[in-house]
């Protein structure tokens, strides 16, 4: 489908409105195809666009039925004249690194009113913040943590978002693993990702 990307929130596309009534016309035929395909998506309804995904909601990855639930919501828009914008597609990750000694994740779960997700990862009871995701370190010094944002983009936007966040002041600190991600330090060492993985991997 080429309105949709997938990143490490699930599939989901972007829909360009003129108004918040006219984004809103498209709920209904989401409800509808929702429930003939059996998927259940979120929907983000802004005066400028509305945002359609297929969250992911635990070990089960995406449904069977997404492609054909995504074909019936791209008609759906273009039929009201909704554009989709596949450069607006994106989700934010946060990956905290803890020391091989620690469980983080009870403090961020508490702190962030969080659910378990799976055996590593917390999230949004209403996927509207970020999915934090726990990877232990070893070697490093106890009571130090280190935190990176993983910014996930369509495949075909990743090189410029690199390019913007270098020309921002950033440096490169590793793209032995591009295109699948490039790691990012702030002037400052604070670490970001940008990953185009999920919108490429079979």
């Known amino acids: 489908m080429t309105d949709w990307r997938v990143t490490g929130a699930g599939p989901h ?3 360009t409105a003129d108004s918040l ?3 809103a016309g498209l709920v209904t035929p989401v409800v509808v195809a929702a429930e003939r395909f059996g998927v ?3 929907i983000d309804v802004r005066p400028e666009a ?3 995904r297929i969250p992911n909601r635990g070990s089960e990855g995406i449904p069977a039925a997404a492609a054909e639930f995504a074909a019936a919501v791209s008609l759906a828009a273009a039929e009201q004249g909704l554009v989709a914008e596949p450069a607006l597609v994106q989700s934010i990750g946060v990956y905290v690194a803890q020391h091989s000694q620690v469980d983080a994740r ?3 779960r508490a702190a962030l009113g969080y659910d378990d ?3 590593t990862d917390a ?3 209403l996927r509207c913040g970020p999915q934090l995701a726990f990877n232990p370190i070893s070697g490093d010094v106890p009571a130090r943590g280190r935190t990176h944002f993983d910014v996930f983009v369509p495949a075909e936007r990743a090189q410029e978002r690199v390019d913007a966040a270098l020309a921002a002041g950033g440096r490169l600190a590793d793209d032995s693993h591009a295109p699948a991600w490039w790691s990012l330090a702030s002037p400052d ?3 970001v990702d940008i990953a185009s993985w999920t919108d490429t991997y079979d």
């Open 40 to 42: 259940l998506p979120d």
């Open 123 to 125: 999230v949004d009871p």
């Open 21 to 23: 009534a006219q984004a």
């Open 117 to 119: 997700l799976g055996d």
């Open 13 to 15: 596309a972007v829909f």
């Open 189 to 191: 060492n604070h670490g």
């Open 50 to 52: 509305v945002v359609v």
């Open 106 to 108: 009870p403090f961020f």
